[in-house]
């Protein structure tokens, strides 16, 4: 048996010395010994062959080289990816113990300028489970939501309105804190509707005393505009990837959504001093609420957990110029958030936390390679370069947005709209860095600003962002 082994691969060596040998002969011999053209059919074959076949790779390779710092990104990003994916199917929401898992809950929204048909959905829905107990901080300036809060807690003695002169949004949920009485605290904005059986879902984790927060998969309350699809994309890639793995890899997430996040009392109690006066980069924060309550509640050591089988739904951006405005207002906090948590240290004792961090400012330049070499390809006319960057694209950003299309199979048709658009949100993150101590509010606290010193600015930061993608695209040519 050995021996016949041996045989079979002997052969293919043999074959194959022989073959050169000829070969060798046949380009090396003077041409004396070429009796039959043999050897000058043999010369000719090869030449041939090298200048059809071995010339065109050598060319190839020689000319696409160029594209490998491309490839190295896009390997590395699929590389995040698919670790990403990995620690998502690790991850599974808690189920309700049997009996299940009781404490308070009280329910604190701030509300101002809110639609008031919205609000008094939100009410009823949140009315359907069960609280212990609702606060509501109402702007006094908003008095349509005045008046349908009021309607709703007709007889109803476990409601409590707050009318508030004070602007800001972390004043008002502090105010609605120390109102407040249930150890649960559940903050929620005004325009979140809630699914069935929240109460039972979220209270399921707080059965571990390390838990502290808890926050739930969200999806958009309608889905009229192409703005409210791209959001529910993006919300989905959170709800499938970044919250399970965030979750699963250590129960330390970037961020509770401000949405709808629960919380112990004890968490937030001591440090409202802390989170109604946080400094970031020498500028008060108004915005990034959530991220900051996420931060205090991790940095003292609790855990937070995503509950995906808790659903809200919220009110996406109807159009473009409040899609870039609620994209910038959350990038920006995103970074100040990241930043202040890696200066301080904490974070880096969460590795994976830390990574992701890490791995979304770098992002932020990446992104626009991909748009910065299929120009250049165009651009010196390597058409079979440039379908396989926007051919990688659709299929690339298709599987990364499967779990979307399971709920919305009939969305296949927005892949290329959406390709388009994540790019414009790493145009908007890369503004957000330019402009991070910069800040725009929901409830906007009331400044004097001079129109001409804002447009000056405006400018500035304009021009600063094109700089840095200009500086990119110089590097790209130059390095190449």
Not at 11 to 16: A, K, M, R, S
Not at 27 to 50: E, G, K, W
Not at 422 to 442: C, D, M, S
Request: some cysteine; aromatic content about 12%; glycine content about 4%.
């Amino acid at each position: 048996m050995r021996l016949k082994l041996g045989m079979l691969l002997l052969i293919p060596l043999i074959v194959g010395v022989t073959l050169l040998v000829v070969l060798g002969f046949s380009l090396f011999s003077p041409p004396s010994y070429d009796s039959y053209s043999v050897i000058h059919l043999i010369r000719r074959a090869t030449a041939s062959f090298t200048t059809e076949v071995i010339g065109p790779i050598l060319k190839f390779i020689d000319t696409y080289w160029n594209y490998f710092p491309l490839a190295a990104i896009g390997i590395w990003r699929w590389a995040v990816w698919i670790l990403k994916k990995i620690c998502s199917y690790i991850y599974s929401p808690i189920c309700a113990s049997i009996p299940p898992y009781h404490d308070t809950i009280t329910i604190i929204t701030p509300v101002y300028n809110e639609n008031p048909d919205v609000f008094r959905r939100a009410l009823y829905s949140w009315e359907a489970n069960r609280p212990d107990e609702l606060v509501a901080v109402i702007d006094q300036s908003d008095t349509r939501c005045i008046k349908v809060f009021e309607e709703f807690s007709l007889n109803k003695s476990w409601t409590k309105l707050i009318v508030t002169h004070k602007p800001g949004k972390r004043r008002a949920l502090v105010d609605g804190i120390l109102k407040s009485n249930g150890n649960i605290l559940a903050l929620v904005d005004s325009d979140t509707i809630w699914g069935e059986d929240i109460k039972d879902k979220v209270l399921a984790p707080f059965v571990d005393p390390k838990i502290g927060g808890v926050t739930t998969k969200n999806h958009p309350i309608e889905l009229r505009s192409l703005w409210q699809k791209m959001t529910d994309i993006f919300w989905d890639l959170r709800n499938y990837q970044d919250l399970p793995s965030q979750t699963a890899m250590g129960m330390t997430m970037t961020c509770l959504t401000g949405r709808t996040s629960f919380y112990r009392r004890e968490v937030l109690l001591p440090k409202l001093d802390l989170f109604l006066n946080e400094v970031i980069l020498g500028r008060k924060k108004e915005s990034g609420e959530d991220k900051c309550l996420t931060r205090i509640a991790q940095q003292q050591g609790w855990k937070t957990y995503y509950q995906s089988n808790a659903v809200i739904y919220s009110s996406a951006p109807l159009d473009f110029k409040t899609f870039w405005g609620q994209r910038l207002r959350w990038s920006r906090n995103s970074h100040n958030s990241d930043l202040i948590s890696l200066w301080q240290g904490w974070a880096w004792k969460h590795p994976f936390l830390a990574f992701y961090m890490v791995d979304r400012f770098i992002s932020i330049f990446t992104l626009f390679l991909g748009p910065i070499f299929l120009g250049i390809s165009i651009y010196l006319n390597q058409w079979l370069v440039s379908v396989t960057i926007v051919s990688w694209w659709l299929i690339g950003r298709g599987i990364r947005i499967i779990p979307h299309l399971r709920r919305k199979p009939r969305d296949l048709y927005l892949v290329p709209v959406y390709i388009g658009i994540n790019f414009l949100n790493a145009l908007i993150k890369l503004y957000a860095l330019v402009t991070i101590r910069e800040q725009k509010v929901i409830r906007e606290l009331k400044q004097e600003t001079r129109i001409g010193n804002k447009s000056a600015k405006r400018i500035k930061n304009v021009v600063l962002t094109a700089e840095i993608i200009s500086t990119l695209v110089i590097l790209v040519t130059f390095l190449r």
